[in-house]
């Protein structure tokens, strides 16, 4: 039976179930960012626990072929970043960090929004920026945030 399941672990099908798998929590932190359903799965460290035994599976397939060392090239520059992301096994590694990172910053942008009153369009807004560029959506949650918070805060 073990062996059923890791034939249907393929990088393709961890792939598709990360990345579709997440939209539904995403549309949870949308639309109903305080219920206790949304608390239970979005805000809990459900998901991070899902996509990172994700990880450490893609960490064992990648020592298991013995390449575990060829991730650290990624910092001798950025033609090595290219090479270390032309190995499927790495970049779906880097993609599930991506995930993992942006829903977690998209759970605290939905609570923190609460906390300040912030009204659902500008933080769904947000949250919509957050999910496909990460960076910017929380600069401009943050934007957001010092006009309702009536304060300028650099660290929580």
Known sequence: MINNFEEYLTLENIFLFSNWGVIPF??????SP???FTRFL?????IPLILGLAYIFIVYQIYL???FFDGFELYLGIENLYAVFSNENFLLI??????????????????????YSIPKPLTALSLIITYF????GIFLYWVIRVFFAK?????E
């Open 94 to 115: 880097f993609w599930l960090h991506f995930l993992s990172i942006s829903l977690f910053v998209g759970a605290w942008i939905a609570r923190d929004s609460i906390r």
């Open 34 to 36: 305080n219920s206790a």
């Open 65 to 67: 072929n013995g390449n």
């Open 42 to 46: 979005v805000h809990s460290i459900l």
């Open 26 to 31: 995403w549309l949870l932190l949308l639309f």
């Open 151 to 155: 304060k300028i805060s650099l660290n």
């Open 133 to 136: 560029t990460g960076p910017l």
